[in-house]
């Protein structure tokens, strides 16, 4: 599975912005998909997942009630939806795609930087 991220940009804090993540090849098989955020001088850090089914979605507790996790099996795209941008999510943000319950996320995008100004 290639996926491939992208809507990150400049915003201040309190904007919004939607990340959206496109996936290509056997994404029928696909168990899950999630979101990732690595900001500098921090290790990466799980943000959001959502099964491909639409059944179960998990958030880290710092984006709870501010970001959700959607997506459109019809294009092959999961969107995650920020509200309420602080500065410290500031971060290249990733999206991640697991093809079996119990494994790691083994495809990985390239990377979309958010930057949100105070």
């Known amino acids: 599975v290639q996926l491939q991220a992208c809507g990150g940009g400049l915003v201040q804090a309190g904007g919004s912005l939607r990340l959206s993540c496109v996936a290509s090849?056997?994404?029928?098989?696909?168990?899950?998909m999630g979101w990732f955020r690595q900001a500098p001088g921090k290790e990466r850090e799980f943000v959001a997942a959502?099964?491909?089914?639409?059944?179960?979605?998990s958030y880290a507790d710092s984006v709870k009630g501010r970001f959700t996790i959607s997506r459109a099996i019809a294009k092959n795209t999961v969107h995650l939806q920020m509200n309420s941008l602080k500065p410290e999510d500031t971060a290249v943000y990733y999206c991640?795609?697991?093809?079996?319950?119990?494994?790691?996320?083994?495809?990985w995008g390239q990377g979309t930087l958010v930057t949100v100004s105070s």
């Open positions: 090849g056997l994404t029928f098989s696909m168990y899950r």
């Open positions: 959502i099964r491909w089914s639409g059944i179960g979605i």
């Open positions: 991640a795609g697991q093809m079996r319950a119990g494994t790691s996320y083994d495809s």
